[in-house]
């Protein structure tokens, strides 16, 4: 497997545009997580899905943050509008629960900066 | 509700010297616990994990962990420090089971001298 897929790895947009980050999990995991790392705030957990389904989205910031998964292979996070505190290095990272938690495969990460 | 905390946010030491990276946790279940390494613009690796079995988990790169449940710590050591081991350390725990959500700690860089 190729492991855990983000796109783009860096995006520069401006401030107002939307933005929208893109992961394909690990082939088989059924546990999907968005995270954001900062320098003044570390990684912070965003939402996470299971099965498909949101299961945790009190990591959001705000309502114009929103991610979806439409299938066990994709998941996206948007960001409309985008404003300059969002930048930031987004990571999506996959784990298997079946049969207990297994630990989560991140990807390369997607690196943010809005002007 | 899992907390983890990491003690000391940046930890240097001398080529050939023990590491000794810090971390406590907090559980209202068994949990799972993990290191991980981040080096420059990468993604999380992990080290090693504690998954109820054997105490004392060694992982890669010459790493190990003791869970010690008394004094709910997972502390990372390795005997020797290398160059190539100066990078971002993140310890997290999970729920053993029944949950999904991992909690990482803050992180501590290790700065390793010549």
């Known amino acids: 497997d190729a492991g855990v897929i983000q796109s783009p790895r860096h995006e520069v947009t401006e401030m107002g545009q939307e933005v929208t980050l893109r992961c394909k999990p690990i082939?088989?995991?059924?546990?999907l997580f968005w995270y954001r790392q900062t320098m003044m705030r570390g990684l912070e957990l965003l939402i996470y899905?299971?099965?498909?389904?949101?299961?945790?989205d009190s990591g959001m910031p705000e309502d114009r943050f929103s991610a979806k998964m439409p299938n066990a292979s994709f998941s996206t996070l948007k960001i409309q509008p985008s404003e300059p505190r969002d930048s930031a290095v987004y990571f999506c990272?996959?784990?298997?629960?079946?049969?207990?938690?297994?630990?989560?495969?991140f990807g390369q990460g997607t690196r943010l900066t809005v002007v | 509700a899992q907390s983890v905390t990491q003690l000391g946010s940046h930890v240097s030491v001398s080529e050939g010297a023990l590491v000794l990276l810090r971390c406590n946790y907090s559980s209202s279940v068994p949990p799972y616990l993990f290191w991980y390494v981040q080096y420059p613009n990468q993604g999380l690796q992990l080290l090693l994990k504690?998954?109820?079995?054997?105490?004392l988990v060694k992982g890669i790169n010459g790493f190990e962990a003791e869970f010690k449940k008394s004094e709910t710590s997972f502390h990372l050591t390795k005997p020797s420090a290398h160059m190539s081991d100066a990078a971002e350390y993140f310890c997290a725990v999970s729920p053993g089971s029944g949950g999904f959500k991992t909690i990482f700690g803050a992180g501590t860089r290790l700065f390793v001298k010549a």
């Open positions: 504690y998954t109820s079995a054997a105490t």
């Open positions: 990272a996959s784990s298997s629960t079946t049969g207990g938690n297994t630990e989560a495969f």
């Open positions: 899905f299971n099965n498909n389904v949101p299961i945790d």
């Open positions: 082939s088989g995991h059924n546990s």
